[in-house]
């Protein structure tokens, strides 16, 4: 036996690292191999990017919270845990189904740029610029999301927003431990802030060093702490909404943004209000996607489903070149219609004829079978008047919020105003310069948004609270879900681990991404068979094969039965999990 185990410690020993061989994913009972099962709760239910984020949202409702209370404690908590991608600095969305009404509510919580900084005025300072910076003061506009905060607690709140700030406060004072994908973020965006050529744009990185990256970007397991925050959310707590856009709070930001030469000032602060707004819905394989109109980017995944509906997809190879091509051409159409007429309503009326069947059709047609598209351009002319966190929440009366929040570029501006603990957001960068577009830059007016919460219906009943954060990939992700649910009969937790595509470039509303290659490139995850990759590319798509998981979004779920129960899925492309019970 002895001579045995010496032969075989003496073959191992030869194998090169060349000769190993990866040890794969083990078997399942049921559903595929490469899932996991869905939660299944009956009284509530919170999934959002980071576990201790979901068991908050789960306390609050446990204690009486409505699922509005649960979504602004997760929210708040999610501000302190996962920086990387939202904060008070930042914007917010939200749909909520209210049981009591029967009714879907939307709101739009974004901000408006600076009015002291007019558009000539921000082109003297870019210089010779093609766009707006993604750092510094210059992208910077009016923070939306405390203002939704109390906007959503007003009508469907049930506890004082004290308790509601409770947990994250103690979280934020007495320290939590980092979770790995949220540490890999830490180190990615450090790194940025400090790259040549992007830390000049920073007019001050003393605050956010000393907030976020005092010993480097935190570590997975290591504890971190935000006393400054915690005091930011105990005025909110205890002085409400009036704190931050006109008293002390406001007052800081101003003086903050005085002493470093930015144009944010009191005045845009006082004047901010965010808006209820009315989602739009398509109907798709008997169910209904609603989504929030512009100034964000919604009705692109109805768009979508509007050009698809026109192909059966169920009848064609999920994994196949076929189905791939059909769903990155409708995208490319969409996003040629998002980069004409997505903007600020208030100065560009939205043509609603861009998501009617019969316009879905005409742009199906369009669609060449056997080769990409070179140049699809925007349907019309019609008349025109002018990183992220997603979570949803739902409660025992039926609620069901599904809330996104953000500060776009990662972490934002990379700048973090005099002892409040927050980083302002960069959306200012999603302005035009064209001053004939519909998104060019005016003071006091709201950029093209990226974040978007979606929701489904069937039979006029709430069906399945969703989102899919991360850029352009949120919309294309959104109609990626519903497609593996509706054509190919995913569970909700498949739905979102199945490999997913991201087509990245074209017009976007600030402009072409990249002139060179108008066309972009579609990313895909390696669970894409390589045949199928192959083919795409003879069909002319730039595809690129990616592994990391950071391109293809984040997706949180909650899908409400006909017998009450709820059944949650979380996303595997980040640190998140579904709580319930």
Known sequence: MRALLTLIAGLAGALTMA??????????????????????????????????????????LKDGGSAVDAAIAANAALGLMEPTGNGIGGD?????????????????????SPMGLSYDQLKERLSEADGLPPFGSLPVSVPGAVDGWFALHERFGRRSMAKNLAPAIQYAEDGFPVSPVIARYF??????????GLKEQIEEFDNARATYFENGAPKAGELFKNPDLAKTYRTLAKKGR???????????????????????????????????????????????????PPNGQGFAALQMLNILKNANLASM????????????????????????????????????????????????????????LENPGPGGPFESDGDTTYLTVADSSGMMVSLIQSNYRGMGSGLVPDGLGFMFQDRGQLFSLDPEHPNVYAPGKRPFHTIIPAFAMKDGKPWISFGLMGG????????????NILDFGMNLQEAGDAARFNHNGGARPVGMLNEKRPYGVLSVEPGVPSETVEALRALGHNVEVSDNGILFGGYQAIMRQDNGVYVGATEMRKDGTVAGY
């Open 317 to 372: 190879d999920r994994a196949g070149p076929e189905l791939f091509h059909l769903m990155v051409e409708a995208k490319r159409l969409a996003f040629e219609d998002l980069a004409r007429y997505y903007a600020d309503p208030e100065t560009s009326e939205f043509p609603r004829e861009l998501l009617s069947d019969e316009y879905g059709a005409e742009r199906f047609a369009l669609i060449d079978q056997e080769r990409a």
């Open 92 to 112: 917010l969305f939200a749909i909520v189904w209210d049981p009591e009404t029967e009714k879907l509510y939307g709101y739009n919580g974004s901000g408006r």
């Open 242 to 292: 009036k704190a931050f856009y006109e008293g002390e709070l406001a007052r800081t930001m101003d003086a903050y943004m005085k002493r470093i030469g930015g144009a944010l000032r009191y005045e845009d602060l006082a004047a901010h209000k965010g808006e209820w707004v009315e989602p739009a819905c398509v109907s798709y394989k008997g169910a209904e996607l609603c989504e929030l």
């Open 19 to 60: 000769d190993a061989q990866e040890l794969g994913p083990g078997g399942r009972p049921v559903g595929e191999a490469w899932s996991r099962s869905p939660v299944y709760a009956q009284n509530g239910m919170a999934a959002t990017a980071q576990p201790l984020a979901s068991q908050v949202a789960l306390d609050v």
């Open 187 to 196: 180190e990615m965006n450090l790194a940025r802030f400090e790259q040549d």
């Open 472 to 483: 352009a990939m949120q919309p294309q992700g959104h109609v990626q879900v519903l497609v």
